[in-house]
């Protein structure tokens, strides 16, 4: 698993193209700029999937057992569910809800985890350590999605399972006939079907480390076509999610698999590198010009629509243009104590990040088909808990923010930018923005992270055409290195400011280490 993050990093960082960078003559480098935001509103405008706004939990650690999910708490609820927690997942209103992995999925047989609780298979968790119970199910899954009002997105173990298992697993969920698997749900308590439609055909199959078993890529694409005819002939709504990994690996799966195949899998985990906070920045930048080069693996492999599709099936081909699934994106830092502790703490400076990757995923929706932050508690996650309470770590508020304001669809955008000229992040822009508008109200929202530690950007503000209002919504702290925690749970450095500005200003000053969102009304 290790392996397959770095190289997927390395793959990005090879390729680095620094956007914006002729823009900066009109901006004056070092802290005040004297450059326009100017929003598009006549441009093309991609529509935003309402799926980047996910979540992912995972047999790992106290991602689940201990995270969202606790029996016996006095916190919990008869479900076993944390309230406090579900209440901060809530606040973020995701979208998709992915399970059960994530590597541990090369181990996982779902059969373990359905039934009565006391008689469920408790098994050694051999990827990630510790004991499974398997208390936590598919019907516990789907449960806590449907509270969420998030779509469930289930990932099929191609380590110890078989396709067989998996077409069983999609009639158990989505069977509406009197068959054994469908019957088996009914007798578990669920009459209706769960109707998951977001399926993933294993989990980084490419990882040479783990414990999986097709790192070739023409043995995944063979099985994965097995897996894709048994699972859909079982239904063929259902939306799948092909494992991506290197650039090789991704030319042969998306050529082979992409008539079936509805989005390609993309795991990004920007890091600080070498203890320099700003290398961060950076690192997420370049998650930009890895995404444009899988756009152009997609584009020149898989046709936006498929018009040869063996007959024989009784399911259609994909009817949708392929795209990416970043189904795990996150920051991974070390949180020390070994590979297998991911529990980190997030300071400002990741906030900032985080907010970069979301303007990344708004300025990519073209080709950004979903998006499930890896992880939502305790792993990588915006949310920690101990068994008297939980916080909502700095990035909570960035997701939560993002959340609130995007709009339907993509605006472009430009605002020049002094670069930061600070090690660790030379050459990258201060401010990084993305634009949206809203279908139904025709509000445009204009997200600005000024990633400079300790310097105000100004610039100025070109009136989009038929807008008169502007409203001001911002996320600061007071300095990059703040952080909230679990020994001082009521403490939040994180500061929210709304303002009404009205009538749209001339200029505007963003404040250092700022996130700002501009809203602006007709
Ligand atoms: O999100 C943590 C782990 O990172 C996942 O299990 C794996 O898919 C990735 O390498």
Redesign the pocket.
């Known amino acids: ?2 392996w ?2 770095r190289d997927i990093l390395k793959a990005g960082s090879a390729i680095v193209a620094t956007t914006g960078l002729p823009r900066l003559a009109r901006a004056q480098v070092g802290g005040t700029s004297v450059g326009t935001l100017e929003i598009d509103t006549a441009g093309r405008r991609a529509p935003i999937s309402p799926l980047i706004f996910g979540q ?1 939990i ?1 047999f ?1 650690g106290r991602s689940i057992t201990g995270g969202i999910f606790e029996e016996g708490s006095p916190l919990s609820d008869a479900n076993g569910f944390r309230r406090d927690v579900l209440a901060k997942v809530l606040g973020l209103q995701p979208t998709i809800l992915r399970f059960p ?4 999925t090369k181990i996982y047989h779902w059969e373990d985890g359905i039934g009565p609780r006391a008689t469920r298979r408790v098994r050694p968790n051999l ?2 350590g510790g004991v499974e119970d398997n208390h936590f199910g598919t019907d516990e899954f789907i449960r806590y999605a449907r509270e969420l009002k998030a779509e469930p997105f289930i990932t099929v173990s191609m380590g110890v399972g078989t396709a067989e298992e998996a077409s069983n697993w999609v009639e158990y969920c989505n069977g509406t006939g009197r068959t054994h698997y469908a019957d088996l749900r009914r007798r578990n308590g669920f009459d209706a079907p769960h109707a998951v439609k977001y399926w993933g055909l294993g ?2 199959e490419d ?1 040479e480390p783990d414990a999986g078993r097709l790192q070739d890529p023409a043995d995944y694409v063979r099985e994965a076509w097995y897996y894709a005819k048994l699972m859909k002939l079982h239904d063929p709504s259902i939306k799948l999610i092909a494992a991506g990994g290197g650039q090789a690996w991704n030319e042969r799966v998306v050529h082979e698999l992409h008539p079936v195949a509805d989005y390609l899998a993309l ?1 990004l ?1 920007p890091k600080t590198q070498g203890g320099v906070p700003l290398s961060l920045i950076k690192s997420a930048d370049d998650t930009e010009a890895t995404i444009g080069t899988i756009r152009d693996q997609i584009a020149r492999l898989a046709p936006p629509r498929v018009t040869e599709f063996n007959k024989w099936y009784r399911f259609p081909p994909r009817a949708a243009p392929m795209m990416i699934a970043l189904d ?1 994106i ?1 920051i ?1 830092e070390d949180a020390g104590g070994g590979v297998y502790n ?1 529990e980190t703490r997030y300071d400002w400076n990741h906030a900032l990040a985080t907010a970069t990757l979301y303007n990344v995923m708004i300025r990519n929706a073209d080709i950004i088909g979903m998006a499930t932050w ?2 939502t508690v305790n ?2 996650a915006p949310i920690l808990t101990n068994a008297t309470g939980s916080i909502a770590q700095t990035i909570w508020f960035v997701m939560a923010l993002y959340r609130r304001f995007c709009g339907s669809h993509r605006l472009s955008a430009t605002l020049p930018s002094p670069v930061l000229a600070l090690p660790g992040a030379e050459q990258q822009r201060s401010l990084d923005t993305a634009a949206t508008i809203d279908d139904a109200g025709g509000t445009i929202s204009v997200f600005v992270v000024n990633r400079h530690p300790d310097r105000a950007v100004a610039t100025r503000i070109a009136r989009p055409a038929g807008y008169r209002r502007v409203d001001l919504h911002e996320l600061s702290a007071p300095s990059p290195r703040s952080a909230n925690t679990l020994d001082r749970p009521e403490e939040n450095v994180v500061a929210e400011r709304s303002r009404t500005l009205g009538t749209i200003p001339d200029h505007y000053s963003f404040p250092a280490h700022s996130i700002t969102v501009l809203h602006f009304r007709r």
């Open positions: 698993m290790m397959a993050r992912f995972e790992l992995g994530g590597t541990v990827i990630w989990n980084e990882a795991h985990y795990e996150g991974w991911m890896a992880q792993v990588l």
